[in-house]
Nanobody
Framework: QVQLVESGGGLVQAGGSLRLSCAAS????????MGWYRQAPGKQRELVATITSGGSTNYADSVKGRFTISRDNAKNTVYLQMNSLKPEDIAVYYC??????????????WGQGTQVTVSS
């Protein structure tokens, strides 16, 4: 199976920056797309950004121009660089990926989530 471990969340002042990291570990797997979702209190989980194995990216309109998603395929790690943070960005951020495990089909995996808080 695949395990996703997130790091980098915390408290940041409005206008500040933060970088989230998510590393995949395990054996006998091959990752396809990776991405980030977030969920604010009382809200539905929403897409933040995705990136394919070839490097194509997609962003939610609310974060375009402020957030950048990237990945290091050699390390099986995805990053989310967040700049110009706003109180509206407060949420639990979840890492996700699609991966093929040996002798299995393609499955979706999720991290445990990391809290991002922005003070105004």
């Amino acid at each position: 199976q695949v395990q996703l471990v997130e790091s980098g969340g915390g408290l940041v002042q409005a206008g500040g920056s933060l970088r989230l990291s998510c590393a995949a570990s395990g054996s006998g797997f091959s990752i396809n797309a990776m991405g980030w979702y977030r969920q604010a209190p009382g809200k539905q989980r929403e897409l933040v950004a995705t990136i394919t194995s070839g490097g194509s990216t997609n962003y939610a309109d609310s974060v375009k121009g402020r957030f950048t998603i990237s990945r290091d395929n050699a390390k099986n790690t995805v990053y989310l660089q967040m700049n110009s943070l706003k109180p509206e960005d407060i949420a639990v951020y979840y890492c996700t990926c699609t991966a093929r495990v040996l002798w299995q089909g393609v499955r979706v995996y999720w991290g445990q989530g990391t809290q991002v808080t922005v003070s105004s």
